[in-house]
């Protein structure tokens, strides 16, 4: 399933713990991801695209007896084939001390219609990234050079980023103060009953500020 630019306008009207409660809901409990450790490199709006996958490795890691440089040019492949609302997505080794993400990237993947990146790790040229407007969630900042030091192996294939499965194609909802993934295939009930959850959230606002007792609302509403 492709997403469609109206359901992606839809989706940024929304916040993390609305689609967190959605999913809960439906059964769904592994697919937030917290800003405890992944944080957004700057202040942005909700972000949403589908997901655009990478895996990178500690160096050493050498498959069927490729060289780093060739591996290096499946990095550089990956970046180039990056589509029009694609969300990067790169996950890399634990406790990644590398700036694994910057500027440069950044400019690549933006020209190439990405809407965002997640990286499992530290960027580096975070303020100028923060002046081309490219929305980054990462873990923390490093300007240790990742060349020579993280490796790459493969790319569109499922990832796991903080405990989180991320497969291709996934759709990738960012904000704030968390990140949310959802399978492209029940992204309409999400958006369906998120639309209501919205409307319900707007009429315990207002009757709270129109003075009615916490206790109305949660038996009006049983929600707050």
Do not use: C
Request: no cysteine; net charge negative.
């Amino acid at each position: 399933m492709t997403l469609t630019a109206e359901q992606r306008d839809t989706l940024e009207n929304f916040h993390s713990a609305l689609i967190n409660d959605i999913t809960d809901e439906m059964g769904i409990d592994d697919n937030v991801i917290p800003g405890t450790r992944i944080r957004p490199v700057w202040s942005k709006e909700p972000t949403v695209g589908t997901a655009h996958t990478a895996q990178r490795v500690d160096i050493g890691y050498e498959p069927d007896g490729d060289s780093s440089d060739a591996a290096e040019n499946d990095f550089f492949q990956y970046l180039e084939a990056t589509e029009d609302g694609d969300f990067v997505v790169v996950a890399a080794p634990k406790d990644t001390e590398v700036g694994l993400w910057g500027e440069i990237l950044s400019t690549v993947v933006q020209e190439n219609g990405a809407t965002g990146a997640l990286i499992d790790g530290p960027t580096r040229d975070s303020t100028m990234i923060e002046d081309h407007g490219f929305p980054v969630w990462s873990d923390g900042h490093s300007a240790i050079e990742s060349f020579g030091r993280v490796g790459f192996r493969e790319w569109d294939v499922p990832v796991e980023v903080h405990d989180v499965t991320i497969s291709p194609g996934d759709v990738i909802f960012a904000d704030y103060q968390s990140i949310a993934v959802i399978d492209p295939d029940i992204v309409e009930e999400v958006i369906e009953r998120g639309e209501e959850e919205l409307e319900t959230e707007n009429k315990v606002r207002r009757d709270l500020r129109n003075g009615d007792s916490v206790t109305e609302v949660w038996e009006r509403y049983e929600t707050l």
